[in-house]
């Protein structure tokens, strides 16, 4: 069955320092990989996707995600976290039904706090 | 921007009400989805949907129900509101590989 693991519940980091949240996952099938972020009493918001090609992903608000097939992993980074990153971080592997996006399923999240 | 819109942000219930949480979107996409967010537990499916009239139970639909009548709607019911339903409620939308886009969610209390 499709998993994803987020090993990391918390990491605090300080502000201007980088950044590294893991993700692992389970998929049969080359997946397809997302990265969310959820601010407090916030919905989810697309940070980046991975679908095929260059295995480095650019996302928005400087984020990063670097896919490695042979580690079944999609790490997300940044090279200097702001006080405004601080927030939920969501891993997802998407699977497709019929050739659109069907289900994603989710890791459990990582919170991160950053430390002025 | 593909918007997805809940009709409320915060929801108090009584134990034993019927309670409709309501979702459009606005970029007629095919696919819906509805999520319950608890502390320590994630994200969990509760049902979806891959066009109108058309439903899918997901990994936790005891208890809920949905309702698509129209592409841009999708509702959830609970039919017997108890307190363990008490949750954070997401809906999200897609079409092709684009990825969801959620809804802000609503924060659903049984007292």
């Known amino acids: 069955a499709q998993s994803v693991t987020q090993p990391d519940i918390h990491i605090t980091v300080s502000e201007g320092a980088s950044l590294e949240l893991r993700c692992n996952y389970s998929y049969g099938a080359t997946p397809y990989l997302f990265w969310y972020v959820q601010s407090p009493g916030q919905g989810l918001q697309l940070l980046l996707k991975?679908?095929?090609?260059?295995?480095l992903v650019q996302g928005i608000k400087g984020f990063e995600a670097e896919f490695k097939r042979s580690q079944s992993s999609f790490n997300l980074r940044k090279p200097s976290v702001h006080w405004s990153d601080a927030a939920e971080y969501f891993c997802?592997?998407?699977?497709?039904?019929?050739?659109?996006?069907?289900?994603?399923?989710f890791g459990k999240g990582t919170k991160l706090s950053v430390k002025p | 921007d593909v918007k997805v819109t809940q009709s409320s942000r915060y929801l108090v219930k009584r134990t034993g009400e019927k309670v409709f949480l309501e979702c459009v979107q606005d970029m007629d996409h095919e696919n819906m989805f509805w999520y319950r967010q608890d502390p320590g537990l994630g994200l969990r499916l509760i049902y979806f949907?891959?066009?109108?009239?058309?439903?899918e139970k997901g990994d936790i639909p005891e208890g809920y129900s949905v309702s698509r009548e129209k592409k841009e709607r999708f509702s959830l019911i609970l039919e017997s509101a108890s307190t363990n339903q008490t949750s954070m409620y997401l809906c999200?939308?897609?079409?092709?590989?684009?990825?969801?886009?959620f809804g802000s969610g609503t924060r659903l209390t049984v007292v």
């Open positions: 949907s891959y066009d109108v009239k058309m439903k």
């Open positions: 991975y679908f095929s090609g260059d295995t």
């Open positions: 999200a939308s897609t079409q092709g590989r684009y990825g969801y886009t």
């Open positions: 997802a592997v998407g699977l497709l039904v019929g050739g659109s996006q069907g289900n994603l399923i």
